[in-house]
């Protein structure tokens, strides 16, 4: 039986953050419907080709705000896809946090309801940056947040963390990082700020009201963000992401190693292995699929030999681990080796050095146990590398 990850969508937020582009309402007025909705959709999943056939060993409740949900209604909706679907015996369970919504419900209660991983939206632990980034808690707040959830039992927490913020300093980075560490969670995710289309973030840079942060500053702060995060012992194992021995994100690993996942509620995703489909992102629509017994897909597509290889590597020079060759023959027909030669070599050839790791030749590629992997001077050229490297599978 095919292990697969499930995600679910909860799409109310008490507010908008400036920056944010993923699809979520401030009015709350729905939430009750969307939790009815919500378990008709798992339902008529239960039998549905292919999904109701995999056994599902990571759950996820992203937004959105989750913690905008009780334990009770956190607990109702896990124990209706536990019903409807087979469920892992170790199956992680992630909810994401934001501090400013959390002093409502003992985590503890969280951690009855089921949920046995949390992931904060720390996003910082500098006022300054908070308020730049329109959260809607303090410094303070989000301090309490993590020692809270680590007081009431939760033993796998992760924070997000965000650099590059216009006006922060390399100084102030450093102590947002230092402050993650001295707080020890099993998981810190770093992420660059990044201006997506259609966010008052973007609006506000066209207009001169924002300047980016440079592209050295962003170079800076990331290799030093990953040089502590190391020397405190966490693992980098994903261009973004550093985890403590045994506390990698189980369900993250899912879309990297192109696992089956399968996505409900407004405008999430779901893939079966050869194809794609996404639900509506629109609320009322969602309800309005449900109510006449309809799943709420807004559109699906096969996907083709193409893109099942820009995928493998886009999201195989993510990881550590890099690309395998088997696997992308398996997934493929071709070989990898032959595929990506001539841009390897375009690129300087491949450096004697550990994955994820500084080569003294500033080569951006290696190898590791044959797997095709990027070098440290890589992974601040990841995207630039993917296209060099798409043109020659094409």
Not at 149 to 160: L, M
Not at 256 to 279: F, K
Not at 325 to 335: A, F, L, N, V
């Given at each position: 039986m095919n292990r697969a990850a499930l995600y679910i969508h909860f799409p109310f937020c008490k507010h908008k953050c400036n920056y944010c582009?993923?699809?979520?309402?401030?009015?709350?007025?729905?939430?009750?419907?969307?939790?009815?909705?919500?378990?008709?959709?798992?339902?008529?999943?239960?039998?549905?080709?292919?999904?109701?056939?995999?056994?599902?060993?990571?759950?996820?409740?992203?937004?959105g705000t989750p913690s905008l949900l009780s334990p009770q209604e956190v607990g109702k909706i896990i124990s209706s896809i536990r019903q409807a679907f087979h469920i892992t015996k170790d199956i992680e369970i992630s909810m994401e946090a934001n501090p400013g919504t959390l002093e409502s419900a003992p985590f503890e209660n969280y951690l009855k309801a089921g949920v046995n991983r949390l992931t904060i939206g720390t996003q910082s632990f500098n006022d300054r940056d908070l308020r730049f980034l329109t959260r809607i808690h303090s410094a303070a707040q989000?301090?309490?947040?993590i020692l809270s959830?680590?007081?009431?039992?939760?033993?796998?927490?992760?924070?997000?963390l965000i650099f590059a913020v216009p006006g922060q300093?390399?100084?102030?980075?450093?102590?947002?990082?230092?402050?993650?560490?001295?707080?020890?969670?099993?998981?810190?995710?770093?992420?660059?700020?990044?201006f997506e289309e259609g966010t008052p973030l973007t609006k506000a840079l066209r207009l001169g009201k924002v300047e980016k942060c440079s592209e050295e500053l962003e170079r800076q702060m990331y290799l030093l963000g990953k040089q502590l995060l190391q020397n405190a012992g966490y693992e980098h194992y994903e261009i973004s992401n550093f985890a403590l021995p045994g506390f990698?994100?189980?369900?993250?690993?899912?879309?990297?190693?192109?696992?089956?996942?399968?996505?409900?509620?407004?405008?999430?995703?779901?893939?079966?292995?050869?194809?794609?489909?996404?639900?509506?992102?629109?609320?009322?629509?969602?309800l309005q699929y449900l109510e006449k017994g309809n799943l709420p897909i807004e559109s699906e597509e096969k996907m083709s030999r193409e893109q099942q290889k820009l995928e493998l590597l886009l999201l195989g020079l993510r990881r550590v681990e890099g690309i395998n060759?088997?696997?992308?023959?398996?997934?493929?027909?071709?070989?990898l080796v032959n595929q990506t030669q001539k841009a390897i070599k375009k690129m300087g050839?491949?450096?004697?050095t550990a994955s994820f790791s500084?080569?003294?030749?500033?080569?951006?590629?290696?190898?590791?146990?044959?797997?095709?992997?990027?070098?440290?001077?890589?992974?601040?050229?990841?995207?630039?590398?993917?296209?060099?490297?798409?043109?020659?599978?094409?």
């Open positions: 582009d993923f699809y979520s309402i401030t009015n709350q007025s729905l939430k009750l419907k969307y939790i009815s909705a919500l378990q008709k959709e798992i339902k008529l999943y239960e039998k549905n080709p292919p999904f109701g056939g995999f056994s599902f060993s990571t759950l996820y409740f992203g937004g989000a301090e309490n947040a959830a680590q007081k009431a039992g939760f033993q796998n927490i992760g924070i997000d300093t390399l100084d102030g980075w450093e102590q947002n990082v230092r402050k993650a560490t001295e707080l020890k969670p099993q998981h810190i995710s770093m992420y660059s700020l990044t990698r994100s189980h369900h993250n690993q899912k879309y990297w190693d192109g696992s089956p996942y399968l996505g409900l509620g407004p405008s999430a995703h779901s893939y079966n292995g050869q194809s794609r489909q996404w639900n509506i992102a629109d609320v009322s629509k969602y060759p088997e696997q992308w023959e398996k997934r493929t027909g071709s070989d050839g491949l450096a004697k500084p080569s003294f030749e500033d080569k951006l590629l290696t190898t590791k146990n044959g797997n095709l992997c990027l070098t440290q001077e890589g992974l601040l050229l990841y995207d630039t590398i993917c296209m060099d490297l798409a043109e020659t599978i094409a």
